[in-house]
């Protein structure tokens, strides 16, 4: 959902040659064979409700490589932060965050999966998200 939120949002300000914006898992869960799976049928909903399609989306998952290569790593919850710091080793570039730290509230992002209220998690990411645009442009990054 995150990904595909903030690609909608930086398109809407004009900035999306300024991002390269990707998601990635922490687990193995949803990827099986050479194919990951779809996006989950309740965030597809959300999305499509704000006009966003997420149809072309597999599971894929988070590498090593990916801490080299982007400058920022968002997670959804203090268990993806461990996680990806697992994958990644040490974060010695501080890259790794939770989506809400950029937010006043300093938890973790309602998840779904558990909840079942894909309401709650859409606020969670558009909250954080513009959190981080405007992190983004206090550092003069955007």
């Avoid at 989950?40 to 894929?60: D, F, N, Q």
């Amino acid at each position: 959902m995150a990904e595909y939120l903030l690609k909608d949002i930086v398109r809407k300000k004009g900035l999306q040659d300024e991002f390269e914006i990707a998601s990635a898992a922490t687990s193995t869960e949803e990827i099986w064979g050479e194919e990951g799976n779809p996006v989950h049928p309740g965030t597809k909903k959300k999305l499509a409700e704000a006009g966003i399609s997420c149809e072309e989306k597999r599971a894929v998952q988070v590498t090593r490589q990916d801490y080299n290569y982007y400058d920022y790593l968002i997670c959804m919850d203090s268990m993806n932060v461990r996680d990806l710091k697992r994958i990644c080793g040490t974060d010695q570039q501080q890259k790794i965050y939770r989506l809400m730290e950029f937010t006043d509230e300093k938890r973790d992002v309602a998840d779904p999966w558990y909840t079942r209220n894909f309401d709650k998690t859409y606020d969670d990411i558009c909250k954080g998200l513009n959190g981080f645009l405007l992190y983004l442009k206090k550092k003069k990054m955007i």
